[in-house]
């Protein structure tokens, strides 16, 4: 069974940071090696959007609004891909999924953040 699993959410004051991370497993090495792997969130009411995303070759694309405060890696070994999220604001609440796209869309069931202002 292929599938994604994310850890690290929480509920975090403003200012302080998260590492989200997701773990994916039944994806074979060559599938995600090749994929675009990706973080999504969803606030509640609102329409999930692209937070930040790596591709295959390494280059990086952020959301406008975490720029200089999120980091997103990948390690293609372990087939990883982790979320740093630094000076966080109440305004990044939401459930974060994680996505891995190759020729097939994996995502996986999310994780909360709250952050308190």
């Known amino acids: 069974q292929r599938r994604l699993v994310e850890s690290g959410g929480g509920l975090v004051q403003a200012g302080e940071s998260l590492t989200l991370s997701c773990r994916s497993s039944?994806?074979?090495?060559?599938?995600?090696?090749?994929?675009?792997t990706s973080w999504y969130r969803q606030a509640p009411g609102k329409e999930r959007e692209m937070v930040a995303s790596i591709t295959r070759d390494g280059n990086k694309n952020y959301l406008e609004s975490v720029k200089g405060r999120f980091t997103v890696s990948r390690d293609n070994r372990k087939r990883t891909v982790t979320l740093q999220m630094n000076s966080l604001k109440p305004e990044d609440t939401a459930v974060y999924y994680c996505n891995v796209r190759g020729a097939t869309d994996y995502w996986g069931s999310g994780t909360q953040v709250t952050v308190s202002g």
């Open positions: 039944g994806i074979i090495l060559s599938v995600f090696n090749g994929a675009t």
